[in-house]
Every structure is written in C-alpha cells, then in structure tokens.
C-alpha cells in the first residue's frame, strides 16, 4: 500500500510540474496563437522561431527544469524505490503533451524528457547532448535528435541500470512522443518542415497557408 501512494504521488507531482507551460504563457502575453504558427506546436522550437530566440532559451531552461524537478523529488523523499523517479519524470512530459487546461493539447515533450534524462544520469545527458546537436545542424532537422535522444535513453536504462520497470516506463513515453512527431516526419516528406539553420538566420522563417494546412 505504501509503494501504491507513493507511486500515486509520482503521477501527480509529474503531471502537475508537466502541465506549466511557459510557451503558452508567453504566446498569450504576446498575442501570438503558435499553435496555429510555424511548427504549430508549444514548445521552445517554435517560441525561438516565432517569438525570438532569447524566449524561447527561456521556454527550453522551464521545460527542461520541470522535467529535471520531477525526477528529482522521488529521488530526494522516496529513495527506497528506484523507478519512482522515471514514473514522476516520465509524467512530467506527460503533462507537457497533454495538459488539462490546454484541451489535452500541448507540446511534444521532448525537453522535458532532456531533463528527466539529464536528472537520471547528468554524463549519459551531456553525451546525447552534444550528439544531438551535431546531429541537428548537419542534418538540419530538430527531429533527427530528438529521436536520437528518445530511442536511445529506455536502451542505456535497460543497458547500464538495469532497472526493467524504468526502462518499461521510459519506453512508453518515448513511443507517445515518437507519434507526436508524426506531423513532422510528414513534413520533411513534402518538404515543409522548418530547417534548423533557418532559426539562426536573420531571416525570418514564413510559412504559406498551404505549409499550416499540412
């Protein structure tokens, strides 16, 4: 029964850091609908592209953080149970993709994920972290390393930690977030999904009517 609430208390403290969504906050401030603008989707990504950059450093550093938190509590008050951190962590992003408030319709959740990884284990993080961006500015698409990161970290659990019920929970947030970026793998087919490179360009990323449809 104890490990049951315990276990409960993940979920909430998860889901409840998850839910704080800093892109919506700042696109309400500004009068920006994102969700309906560049990758459609509330996140850094796009507060970056459509915001301005030093926005949306800020919606990564919160997202990360909520993610980083998350995983973190279990570790500092229930210390006994190892796979408490992955549930609360995992929920975390959980949260970020389908916060209550937001009609169930978030962002995608990778950042959060970083920090749940980074919170983990900081050296596997920082490792993934440096891959992923060489990966993302030869490549020239965000999504190359998000799955990168996503596709790896359930392995290095399993692999390194050997902890079966985190790698179970990693693996199923992983797979929630690999079919939240379905829209985007559609993209690059058809040749629309926003470049990385164009980010940090002093040109301004527009995309057509036609591009928002798709």
Not at 37 to 54: A, D, H, P, R, V
Request: contains cysteine; positive net charge; glycine residues 10%.
């Amino acid at each position: 029964m104890e490990t049951f609430l315990q276990i409960l208390a993940c979920i909430a403290i998860g889901y409840f850091l998850g839910v704080i969504h800093p892109s919506y906050i700042i696109a309400k401030v500004k009068n920006r609908d994102i969700k309906h603008e560049g990758t459609q989707n509330y996140g850094t990504s796009n507060t970056f592209m459509l915001i301005g950059k030093g926005w949306g450093c800020l919606v990564g550093a919160i997202d990360i953080g909520k993610g980083a938190l998350a995983t973190l509590i279990p570790m500092w008050i229930f210390k006994d149970v190892s796979y408490l951190p992955y549930i609360s962590g995992s929920m975390a992003v959980i949260g970020h993709i389908f916060p209550f408030y937001m009609h169930f319709d978030g962002g995608k959740g990778f950042a959060a994920y970083i920090g749940m990884m980074m919170a983990i284990c900081w050296w596997f993080g920082l490792i993934i972290l440096v891959v992923m961006v060489a990966l993302t500015f030869i490549i020239n698409y965000m999504i190359t390393s998000t799955m990168t990161v996503i596709v790896s970290f359930p392995i290095f659990v399993a692999a390194y930690f050997h902890e079966w019920i985190g790698f179970g929970v990693a693996l199923f947030t992983t797979c929630i977030i690999i079919y939240k970026h379905i829209p985007n793998f559609i993209k690059i087919k058809n040749g629309t999904e926003p470049k990385v490179r164009d980010m940090f360009s002093k040109k301004k990323l527009v995309l057509d009517k036609k591009e928002l449809e798709e």
